[in-house]
């Protein structure tokens, strides 16, 4: 059967391909034998058609936004004509959110379109061509389609076709290709749009981990956490960051809409794809929204499809459902004392490190916006995403929880609406499954994804395990060294916690200690570690508190040269440690350890450790006789002592270290635990004794003194 087409509209597709034949003409001028020729102005049925392309596409504008994305370049100048020789009116990148405003055709037969642009705060007005920007508005694509207005698309997909290169695809690193190469095969009319970070990855992921900016919920393994942020929240590792912060990690069916704009499309978003999705949750349309006589997912579509809103209905009713879950928080109950009928579906404001905090935070934020009942709480918060968020660059729900977007409005790192980690994720796939029940995963789809710079070659691992050891230390304590097992190490401070990486799971106990303004330590503070589900424990032992203490040294003023080290521990503690235990632990051995201090760089300074020497202070000797030396008792605490003697005149000068050790044991399981580090040398006790004052001139301790620095030189 012969299709048959009126007068009017055999005359509408003459002129449309008469005006396409002159665009191929024009591409085929260019670029015969490589020589470039100036073409003439339009002629006056080309511009009565390029003119009634335009009216038309007034009449979509005025009716609702229409954005695109900048791509297929690094940056792209605004242009303040439809030429390229016209002046630069502002730069966009790739990844650049537009508004579309017009359409002009220059005398090359280029198709441009003039848009609004909103880059770092401020806006641009101007003119980019056609072919750098992805539009997935379907109003828009029909109108192009009508007027012939994007010839180099159809040009692009036919080489595309015949090659199997994707232009988009290949604007992006290697490593990212064969994911998106896969989507494409099995998407065709998905686009997907580098965005430059200009970012470094690995300082992109340190400024995610401070400030509880990230978090995991509390089902996620142990080595997945670092430290309990709120009841049900803990501040995130880095691995398990890197995970949800590589892009290359959601290049996936089941996650790619993370990426997606997040703007209106009438032809999809529809009002019974949003009931559908809705069945099965406490939004389903058995009842009615409280406070209301609609259903949820009504209100979800009226608006989100709202003139001048433009929020995507299936964003704003996963984003609730992954706020609110079950829907049982009293953040949207409308009956929490004193917010009676106040409703935050969005948790918007809802922050605070209890649980009462967050709810009187986001009710106090739902009182203040008069977001009384659920529609009023729906609207104001796709009116804060629409406002504050999509339209000011955070229009992904990537870009919603990792603000990496230098153009956005507000700086890198902030503004970040959701603390959870997994959040956008989790909702790309409910918006996936919102456009597979409605039939339109096969939409002419965008999506913008991020570029890292220095990103590992390959996609960051879901962590199975962690070494690392997280750590609160108590104010007063130099937090600049924890040491873990004797050994000293630098760790990295996030969300007012120490984060210490070992080689192992084998540590047993970590320790950082107090100083006076001299620098001489003063006390100890204890915590003992297990490792356990492939990661770190780490318990803090308050009781343990100043458990091994320095006191100081002391020099011999008569018969053999030697230096005193005095370690302390309470007579109480020792007691309880005697007798029963503390925390289920037992004395079993104290002690010191002395080293060459010049040996510390290279030797770790512990029990058992090569050339150290270590003294028995209480416990078992080596021929089976018990030890328990105190050399005085001062204050509640034992004294114990190590004395070095006997060392030539040549090693006066040298500095020795020492640090008392202590051993406990817990259900069969030993565990040193080691107190500060101290080094002198029997030169410097000597001057420091004889600049005292301590004895008189002459007299037989001041004149052993003298010796001993004389007999050093």
């Given at each position: 059967?012969?299709?048959?087409?009126?007068k009017?509209?055999?005359?509408?597709?003459k002129?449309?391909?008469?005006?396409?034949?002159a665009?191929?003409?024009?591409?085929?001028?260019f670029?015969?034998?490589?020589?470039?020729?100036?073409?003439?102005a339009?002629d006056?049925e080309?511009q009565?058609?390029?003119?009634?392309?335009?009216?038309?596409?007034?009449?979509?504008v005025?009716?609702?936004e229409?954005?695109?994305?900048?791509y297929l370049?690094?940056?792209?100048?605004?242009?303040?004509?439809?030429?390229n020789?016209?002046?630069?009116a502002?730069?966009?990148?790739?990844g650049?959110?537009?508004?579309?405003?017009?359409v002009a055709?220059?005398?090359?037969y280029?198709?441009w379109?003039?848009?609004?642009?909103?880059?770092?705060?401020?806006?641009y007005?101007?003119?980019?061509?056609?072919?750098?920007?992805?539009?997935?508005?379907?109003?828009?694509?029909?109108?192009?389609?009508?007027y012939?207005?994007?010839?180099?698309?159809?040009m692009?997909?036919?080489?595309?076709?015949?090659?199997?290169?994707?232009?988009?695809?290949?604007?992006?690193?290697e490593?990212?290709?064969?994911?998106?190469?896969?989507?494409?095969?099995?998407?065709p009319?998905?686009?997907?749009?580098r965005?430059?970070?200009g970012?470094d990855?690995?300082?992109?992921?340190?400024?995610?981990l401070?400030g509880?900016k990230?978090l995991?919920?509390k089902?996620y393994?142990?080595y997945?956490k670092?430290?309990?942020?709120s009841?049900n929240?803990?501040?995130?590792?880095?691995?398990?960051?890197?995970?949800?912060m590589?892009?290359?990690?959601?290049?996936?069916?089941?996650?790619?809409?993370?990426?997606?704009?997040?703007?209106?499309?009438?032809?999809?978003?529809t009002?019974?794809?949003?009931?559908?999705?809705?069945?099965?949750?406490f939004?389903n349309s058995?009842?009615n929204?409280p406070g209301?006589d609609?259903?949820?997912?009504?209100?979800f579509?009226?608006?989100?499809a709202e003139e001048?809103r433009?929020?995507?209905?299936?964003?704003?009713a996963?984003?609730?459902?992954?706020?609110q879950?079950?829907?049982t928080?009293p953040?949207i109950s409308?009956?929490y004392?004193?917010?009676?009928?106040?409703?935050?579906?969005?948790n918007?404001g809802?922050?605070?490190?209890?649980?009462?905090?967050?709810?009187?935070?986001?009710?106090?934020?739902?009182?203040?916006n008069?977001?009384k009942?659920?529609?009023y709480?729906?609207?104001?918060?796709?009116?804060?995403?629409?406002?504050?968020?999509?339209?000011?660059g955070?229009d992904t729900?990537y870009l919603?929880?990792?603000?990496?977007?230098?153009?956005?409005?507000?700086?890198?790192?902030?503004h970040?609406?959701?603390q959870?980690?997994?959040?956008?994720?989790t909702?790309a796939l409910?918006?996936?499954?919102?456009?597979?029940?409605?039939?339109a995963?096969?939409n002419?789809?965008?999506f913008?994804?991020?570029?890292y710079?220095?990103?590992?070659?390959?996609?960051?691992?879901?962590?199975?395990?962690?070494?690392?050891v997280?750590?609160?230390?108590p104010s007063g304590y130099?937090?600049?060294?924890?040491y873990?097992d004797?050994?000293?190490?630098t760790?990295?401070?996030?969300?007012?916690?120490r984060i210490?990486?070992?080689?192992?799971?084998?540590?047993?106990a970590?320790?950082?200690?107090r100083y006076?303004?001299?620098?001489?330590?003063?006390g100890?503070?204890?915590?003992?570690?297990?490792?356990?589900?492939?990661?770190?424990?780490?318990?803090?032992?308050p009781?343990?508190?100043?458990l091994?203490?320095?006191?100081?040294?002391?020099?011999?003023?008569t018969g053999k040269?030697?230096?005193?080290?005095?370690?302390?521990?309470?007579?109480d503690l020792?007691?309880?440690l005697?007798?029963g235990?503390v925390?289920?632990?037992?004395l079993k051995e104290y002690?010191?350890?002395?080293?060459?201090?010049a040996?510390r760089?290279?030797?770790p300074?512990?029990?058992?450790?090569e050339k150290?020497i270590?003294g028995?202070?209480?416990?078992t000797n080596?021929?089976g006789s018990?030890q328990?030396?105190?050399?005085?008792?001062?204050?509640g605490?034992?004294r114990y002592?190590?004395?070095?003697?006997?060392l030539?005149?040549?090693?006066?000068?040298?500095?020795?270290?020492?640090?008392?050790?202590?051993?406990?044991n817990?259900?069969?399981?030993?565990?040193?635990?080691y107190?500060?580090?101290?080094?002198?040398?029997?030169?410097?006790l000597?001057?420091?004794?004889l600049n005292?004052?301590?004895?008189?001139?002459?007299?037989?301790?001041?004149?052993?003194?003298?010796?001993?620095?004389?007999?050093?030189?």
């Amino acid at each position: 059967m012969k299709n048959t087409y009126s007068k009017k509209e055999l005359s509408f597709m003459k002129r449309k391909l008469a005006f396409l034949g002159a665009i191929l003409l024009v591409a085929f001028i260019f670029t015969y034998e490589g020589n470039t020729y100036r073409t003439h102005a339009l002629d006056e049925e080309d511009q009565a058609w390029i003119d009634e392309a335009g009216e038309a596409l007034q009449k979509i504008v005025e009716e609702r936004e229409v954005m695109a994305l900048v791509y297929l370049c690094d940056e792209l100048p605004i242009r303040s004509e439809a030429d390229n020789s016209s002046a630069i009116a502002g730069t966009a990148a790739s990844g650049q959110m537009v508004e579309i405003l017009d359409v002009a055709v220059d005398e090359d037969y280029q198709v441009w379109e003039k848009v609004s642009a909103e880059i770092s705060g401020k806006t641009y007005v101007g003119y980019i061509p056609r072919d750098h920007l992805a539009c997935s508005d379907e109003r828009f694509l029909e109108w192009e389609e009508l007027y012939g207005m994007n010839p180099g698309a159809e040009m692009m997909l036919a080489e595309e076709n015949a090659t199997g290169v994707y232009a988009d695809i290949e604007e992006f690193p290697e490593s990212y290709r064969p994911a998106l190469q896969a989507l494409k095969q099995q998407h065709p009319n998905w686009t997907f749009v580098r965005q430059n970070t200009g970012l470094d990855f690995q300082t992109a992921v340190n400024n995610e981990l401070q400030g509880g900016k990230s978090l995991v919920y509390k089902s996620y393994g142990d080595y997945c956490k670092e430290g309990q942020h709120s009841p049900n929240w803990y501040f995130a590792s880095e691995d398990v960051l890197k995970l949800y912060m590589d892009p290359r990690n959601a290049l996936q069916e089941n996650a790619i809409f993370q990426f997606e704009q997040l703007t209106y499309n009438e032809s999809y978003h529809t009002e019974e794809a949003v009931k559908n999705f809705l069945e099965g949750t406490f939004m389903n349309s058995s009842q009615n929204a409280p406070g209301t006589d609609m259903k949820f997912y009504h209100i979800f579509w009226t608006i989100g499809a709202e003139e001048n809103r433009q929020v995507s209905p299936f964003h704003l009713a996963a984003r609730v459902l992954q706020e609110q879950g079950q829907g049982t928080s009293p953040l949207i109950s409308g009956t929490y004392p004193g917010y009676e009928g106040y409703y935050n579906y969005f948790n918007v404001g809802a922050s605070g490190s209890t649980n009462e905090q967050v709810i009187i935070n986001g009710l106090n934020y739902a009182k203040n916006n008069n977001w009384k009942g659920t529609y009023y709480s729906i609207l104001g918060g796709a009116e804060v995403i629409s406002a504050n968020y999509i339209r000011k660059g955070q229009d992904t729900l990537y870009l919603q929880k990792f603000n990496v977007s230098p153009t956005a409005s507000n700086p890198i790192y902030t503004h970040q609406y959701m603390q959870n980690i997994s959040a956008p994720t989790t909702e790309a796939l409910s918006i996936k499954k919102l456009y597979e029940s409605a039939g339109a995963l096969e939409n002419t789809f965008v999506f913008k994804i991020p570029v890292y710079e220095n990103i590992p070659a390959s996609p960051c691992p879901m962590p199975t395990s962690s070494t690392n050891v997280v750590l609160q230390v108590p104010s007063g304590y130099d937090a600049a060294a924890i040491y873990v097992d004797g050994v000293a190490y630098t760790p990295q401070v996030r969300n007012n916690r120490r984060i210490v990486t070992l080689p192992d799971g084998n540590a047993q106990a970590a320790v950082v200690y107090r100083y006076n303004a001299n620098g001489a330590p003063i006390g100890m503070y204890v915590w003992t570690m297990e490792y356990r589900n492939n990661a770190y424990v780490a318990t803090e032992q308050p009781e343990l508190t100043d458990l091994l203490t320095y006191h100081g040294f002391s020099i011999r003023i008569t018969g053999k040269a030697g230096i005193r080290f005095k370690t302390g521990i309470s007579t109480d503690l020792r007691a309880r440690l005697l007798n029963g235990g503390v925390n289920g632990y037992s004395l079993k051995e104290y002690g010191t350890l002395v080293m060459n201090n010049a040996n510390r760089a290279s030797y770790p300074m512990i029990k058992g450790g090569e050339k150290v020497i270590s003294g028995l202070a209480y416990g078992t000797n080596a021929d089976g006789s018990h030890q328990d030396s105190i050399y005085e008792t001062v204050s509640g605490r034992y004294r114990y002592t190590s004395v070095l003697v006997g060392l030539p005149s040549s090693q006066y000068k040298v500095e020795y270290a020492f640090r008392g050790y202590i051993i406990l044991n817990k259900d069969g399981r030993d565990i040193t635990i080691y107190g500060p580090v101290q080094a002198r040398s029997i030169y410097a006790l000597a001057e420091m004794v004889l600049n005292m004052g301590t004895y008189q001139p002459g007299s037989a301790a001041d004149t052993f003194l003298r010796k001993l620095i004389s007999d050093a030189q």
